[in-house]
């Protein structure tokens, strides 16, 4: 396209960005870059939140959060993506640091901010910090919360071993909670050794998912590793009663020979 003389516009150079992040190609990606500053588009904001994706995508989050503040004009999808990428590869504080620059930058998170941020709190485990931000959603924000942040909060607060405040938030959801809540709970129970509440809760998944038997294997895993034998292998013979397996584990390395 290029050897023919037309001009590629951001779109497609945001698409060709898309496939290098799928990729993990940070040497495309750079090429990239360089073309779209040659050509003048580096300052489109299209360009540029896919360009912060791609250098986050292929491991490179600082070179993301520098591209990010090279933009002088910035919109809630930037700061969204800026966030959620800081918060993947474990930068939860600069990540609140950037939730906060963009309220003192008059622009409003949404949902989508908050999920991104919640993320980044419970993948590096800031309970307080997780906490808060949760209450200032309805409190300072007046946004509803949805089925993922009550996901986050239940596996924060699980991680700490706070069973009982992850079952009480759950009880006091305005919605139904999903497998996604209630398999949060269920892994703090096996992490916490709590077979009590794990029964509980397994009743639950069991309830809403008789089909899936990866949560029988946890509950079964729980007992067997509190020493209930007896309970352990109970909940084995209900997989085999029903009829009911859990996938098996699949890895794929290099290329298939037919």
Known sequence: MCYSGRRPDSILISSVLSACASTAAISC???????????????????????????????????????????PDKNSVMYNTVIS???????????????????????????????????????????????????????????????????????????????????????SMPIQPDCGVWGALLWGCCVHHDSILGKIVAEKLFEFYPDKAAYRVMLSNLYASQEMWWDAEEVRGELWKENVHKNTGISWVGEVRK
């Open 29 to 71: 990606t750079r090429e990239v870059h360089c073309h779209a500053i040659r050509l003048g588009a580096s300052a489109d904001l299209r360009f540029s939140s896919s360009l912060v994706d791609a250098y986050a995508k292929c491991g490179f989050s600082e070179l993301g959060y520098w591209v990010f503040h090279q933009m």
């Open 85 to 171: 990428n800081l918060g993947s590869h474990g930068f939860a504080m600069k990540a609140i640091e950037v939730l906060d620059e963009m309220v003192k930058g008059g622009l409003r998170p949404d949902s989508a901010t908050f999920s991104a941020v919640l993320s980044a709190c419970c993948h590096v485990g800031l309970l307080d910090k997780g906490l808060k931000l949760f209450r200032r959603m309805g409190d300072e924000f007046h946004i509803v919360v949805n089925m993922e942040h009550y996901v986050y909060m239940v596996r924060l607060l699980a991680t700490f071993g706070r069973l009982k405040e992850a079952y009480d938030l759950i009880q």
